[in-house]
């Protein structure tokens, strides 16, 4: 897929990174993302990823714009409280960059849906705000065979992993009991999340275009309260009820 000029001249400070160039870029402009949970975490990470130039973005969260969503959620403004909140994130990100395709669906990812929404992408962000919906995208992740990039926050502490099925551990691996998260009750400066989503972002670029190592069965944990970075080794399950049974080596 070629670049035009105006894609040209706007991607060429980082076609200037070694190791990226065109050929990175034209990976990107090729890829469909899906993100889930568009907020504080999602919609930032959405955000760079549309600057990027990513060429497609498939944003699924439900649920109308809250007044405090709106310390975090930097595709959100004050006249929207109360509305869809993803119509409004494929707005911004569309006028931020004409050139990304974005297609807003109003839903949270269910049992239902999720298998058609994986099957239609190249790698998905799993940001959403419970592990009820986390767990079903990794599993249809790990069914379809498809990347998965795993970021959570919580207060001023992080997590970041990239999991690709039979490669790395899944989500049930590294979290066999599930937290018990309040959707409506954590606390939140919208500086934490945006900084998870922008490594979030990142990690999803280096899948995509290949021109740096991603987080491969390393978990970046995160306190910012302290700013201490550190990365954990993660071991697969082999009792994991989700990948267990997928040979290592077979992802793509």
Known sequence: MDLTP???ERYHRQMMLPHFGELAQKRLKSATVLVTGVGGLGGTAALYL???GVGRLLLVRGGSLRL???NRQVLMTDDWVGKPRVFKAKETLQAINPDTHVEAIDNYITRENVDSLVQR???ALDCAHNFVERDLLNEACVRWQKPMVEAAMNGMEAYLTTIIPGVTPCLSCLFPEKPDWDKRG???LGAVSGTLACLTALEAIKLITGFSQPLLSQLLTIDLSRMEFAKRRS????SCPVC???PAGIGN
Not at 235 to 238: A, G, R
């Open 6 to 8: 105006t894609e040209l």
């Open 50 to 52: 549309a600057i990027a």
């Open 68 to 70: 405090d969503d709106l």
């Open 121 to 123: 992408v190249d790698i």
């Open 186 to 188: 954590f606390a939140v």
């Open 235 to 238: 071991y697969h399950d082999s």
């Open 244 to 246: 267990a049974s997928i």
